[in-house]
Antibody, heavy 119, light 107 residues
């Protein structure tokens, strides 16, 4: 079945780095835009970034631009988010989701991976 | 950036009630409006896309309407499993933005 599984979250100190991954299965991965969306504890949803199927189109939220890098490996059906210069405000559950580009909805979501930025 | 505002922020209702949630965009987004349901400890689930299209597998008691700047999610007859938080989201422009959420609670 269609599935997204995130990994790579954890506890990191302010200024540190972390790389999140999302393993996709059950669909033709390179046909779809993929996105990262985060949710701070007890808060709402915040879109972070999306990437087109080929990787040629990428957008970021202003809050992460210059610090986060989205990428994908279509041969391995995987999506990544490299997070550098992490801040306390980046503490959140990070979801991988299918879609989001070309005016599309986020139609499949992973279960999320928690990132905590704290000294 | 396009701001999305939902009302109400919270709502108490009973099983069998008809419920409506409103989402307003700060500028016209045509019909590029999506609705999600999120239960505690779970990932969001897509319910409605492009304002009124029902996602596969979603019960027909959910419906969406609207265009431009005002949109409505309607649940025709609340079921126990519908008590959750609902979010609207615009896919008209980048950055993609969500409403603040509407928490639907049992009366």
């Amino acid at each position: 079945q269609v599935q997204l599984v995130e990994s790579g979250g954890g506890l990191v100190k302010p200024g540190g780095s972390l790389r999140l991954s999302c393993a996709a299965s059950g669909f033709t991965f390179n046909d779809y835009y993929m996105s990262w969306i985060r949710q701070a504890p007890g808060k709402g949803l915040e879109w972070v970034s999306y990437i087109s199927g080929s990787g040629s189109t990428i957008f970021y939220a202003d809050s992460v631009k210059g610090r986060f890098t989205i990428s994908r490996d279509n041969a391995k059906n995987s999506l990544h988010l490299q997070m550098n210069s992490l801040r306390g405000g980046d503490t959140a559950l990070y979801y991988c989701a299918r879609g989001g580009g070309a005016r599309g909805a986020f139609d499949i979501w992973g279960q999320g991976t928690m990132v905590t930025v704290s000294s | 950036d396009i701001q999305m505002t939902q009302s109400p922020s919270s709502l108490s209702a009973s099983v069998g009630d008809r419920v409506t949630i409103t989402c307003r965009a700060s500028q016209s987004i045509s019909n590029y409006l999506n609705w999600y349901q999120q239960k505690p400890g779970k990932a969001p689930r897509l319910l409605i896309y492009v304002a009124s299209s029902l996602q596969s597998g979603v019960p027909s008691r959910f419906s969406g309407s609207g265009s431009g700047t005002e949109f409505i999610l309607t649940i025709s007859s609340l079921q126990p499993e519908d008590f959750a938080t609902y979010y609207c989201q615009q896919s008209y422009s980048t950055p993609r933005t969500f409403g603040q959420g509407t928490k639907l609670e049992i009366k």
